[in-house]
């Protein structure tokens, strides 16, 4: 064997995913560069739950090869997944003990977690989510916010030089969400790779560097973020002049809202210098680039969970 | 992860439960029998009954023969029968799984775990069965099944022969429900199957047209632990019944095996 592409934390090449006649995952080459934030989109029932149990060793595949942290998986998971953390569909935990006693069973389960360090390492990591006050309380009565802190808590435990994590801000309110989004932040500058899926658009958006959607088990789209945020070639104008612009802008002029109009123009500050030149008040002004939502309504379907046999109401894409 | 498990199963308060609900039946039992001073004729009701009122030293194996039909076993699968599967609804199983706990090993822990609680409530019975008859009936000269008179020794080696007996009868349950256990994601989808297995076989252990297949059944040689009173001990059944247990055993623990380790964790 050559030596491992370190450049890698997760790379698969056709992986695929069969449940009887249904094909779940079709031929995914994922490829999540070594400390990457890197956000898993796509509707529900896409296949991102199976990719990711995939990723972990808990489903095995039908086709293809998947390597995580250079080594190949589910054959190295013993040594592979005790470097990784992962909060897979909602955490877990034992209701009847508190989340102290659930992160020592869970921490004294596998290798790779000695346990002269364990109890520095559960207090850490409960101070890292918040959960450091919560003392000796069950599990069964934590809320639904805390029971996911919890499940952030044991994928911190021992380190992990890379986080799988499914909608980890599930069940957060915007101070819970805002919370988490720092820490993963602190962890990824720290060289910690983090693998998130979602369905939240502005939480990817807000946070990671390169985006894989997936749609009916195929990855329609891998990039980075910056470049799939391009720029639109419209720049959008908002003026009380709206009239006059119209007249000076004869053929430029896209899409009209009140007063705010998208003209077609290439560089924004000579847009700006003719509009003032010409006497139109400019208010404000800026290069349309296109969102992560345009992004993903284009590429997508809708979601499984939808049974209507309709089309998806059209977007408003300019 | 032995350890883990054996830490899950005394922290639990069910447990802890199962166990004191297992030595209440013989102990209410006792209580009848010692305010009545009315005694199932030989030969009928549980086994050691009627030779109790004279003894109450006999009661350990006599709590067992109550336990044992019904109680135990119900217990055994309940426990067996939530191992895998309870986990997987919890949604812990897969946090095991890509801990990572190889999945042989999370198997053999499990079975550990359910072996020290068989282990554990059979003591706790007998142990209990023995406070309880000494405290009630008196302890007075010793007698075997036979007849003939049994030492303190020979009658405590024999009620810890009995208890080994009936312990690792019980594996064969706990294997079949584990088994289930790995198929289903319901803990009571698996016990109840062990249990079903278990009422079958002790239906056609009692149906004489079922006389070709009795030799195998599972539950056929349960009460052969009566024969360990007997003097001098009459070893076949005893040996024959430890034999099928660990047929039944091994055969449902592959399958397990065979079973969980190509399992997709989709819980």
């Not at chain 1, 009887?20 to 990457?36: F, R």
């Amino acid at each position: 064997m050559t030596a491992p592409d370190v450049t890698l934390a997760i790379a698969t090449t056709g992986l695929s995913k069969r449940f009887g006649a249904v094909v779940a995952v079709d031929a995914v080459d994922l490829a999540v560069p070594t400390g990457a934030r890197y956000g898993f989109l796509g509707p529900n029932g896409s296949g991102k739950t199976t990719t990711l149990r995939m990723l972990l060793g808990l489903v095995f595949a039908s086709a293809g090869s998947i390597e995580v942290l250079g080594q190949p998986m589910p054959r190295q998971s013993r040594s592979v997944l005790a470097q990784v953390g992962a909060l897979v569909e909602g955490p877990a935990a034992y209701g009847h003990l508190c989340g102290r006693a659930n992160l020592e069973l869970m921490d004294a389960a596998g290798p790779g977690a000695p346990r002269r360090t364990r109890r520095a390492r559960i207090a850490a990591a409960l101070e890292r989510v918040g959960l450091d006050a919560v003392g000796r309380r069950p599990v069964k009565a934590y809320s639904l916010g805390m029971r996911q802190r919890l499940g952030l808590a044991a994928a911190l435990l021992r380190a992990p030089r890379l986080l799988i994590l499914d909608e980890p801000t599930n069940g957060l309110d915007p101070q819970g969400i805002h919370e988490v989004r720092e820490l993963l932040l602190e962890l990824n500058y720290g060289g910690t790779t983090i693998f998130l899926s979602s369905h939240l658009l502005a939480e990817v958006e807000a946070l990671c560097t390169t985006v894989g959607v997936v749609d009916r088990g195929r990855l329609v789209v891998q990039d980075e973020l910056a470049a799939l945020r391009r720029l639109t070639g419209n720049v959008v104008v908002g003026t009380p002049d709206a009239e006059r612009a119209l007249a000076l802008l004869d053929g430029r002029l896209a899409h009209r809202e009140a007063d705010r109009i998208w003209v077609q123009a290439d560089d924004p500050a000579r847009l700006n210098a003719e509009l003032v030149a010409a006497g139109v008040r400019v208010a404000d002004l800026r290069a349309e680039r296109r969102s992560l939502e345009d992004v993903v309504l284009a590429v997508t379907t809708h979601g499984s969970d939808r049974i209507a046999g309709g089309t998806r109401i059209a977007g408003s894409t300019r | 992860m032995i350890l883990v498990e054996l830490r899950k199963l005394i922290r639990r308060p069910r447990t802890w439960l199962t166990i004191g609900l297992l030595t209440a039946l013989p102990t209410i039992v006792a209580i009848f029998l010692a305010t009545t001073k009315v005694a199932p004729r030989p030969g009928e009701g549980p086994a050691f009954l009627s030779a109790v009122l004279a003894n109450g030293a006999l009661y350990p194996a006599a709590a067992l023969g109550i336990v044992l039909p019904i109680f135990l076993p119900v217990a055994v699968a309940v426990i067996a029968g939530d191992s895998v599967a309870g986990e997987a609804s919890a949604g812990t199983l897969r946090y095991l799984v890509c801990r990572p706990v190889g999945r042989t090993r999370l198997l053999v822990a499990k079975l550990v775990s359910i072996i020290v609680f068989v282990l554990l409530a059979v003591v706790v019975v007998a142990g209990v069965g023995y406070l309880v008859g000494t405290q009630l009936f008196g302890s007075g000269p010793l007698s075997s099944t036979s007849g003939t008179s049994l030492s303190t020794t020979q009658a405590t080696l024999r009620t810890m022969l009995a208890v080994g007996y009936v312990g690792f009868s019980m594996l064969g349950v706990a294997a079949v429900a584990m088994f289930l256990s790995t198929v289903t994601d319901s803990a009571l989808g698996a016990a109840l199957g062990a249990l079903a297995l278990l009422v079958t076989s002790q239906v056609l252990v009692l149906l004489d047209a079922a006389a070709s297949v009795r030799p195998y059944l599972p539950t056929r040689y349960w009460l052969a632990f009566v024969d360990l009173f007997r003097d001098p001990v009459l070893w076949r059944d005893v040996g024959r019944g430890f034999a099928l247990q660990a047929v039944y055993v091994a055969m449902f623990l592959a399958a397990a095996w065979a079973n969980f380790a190509t399992k997709d964790v989709a819980s």
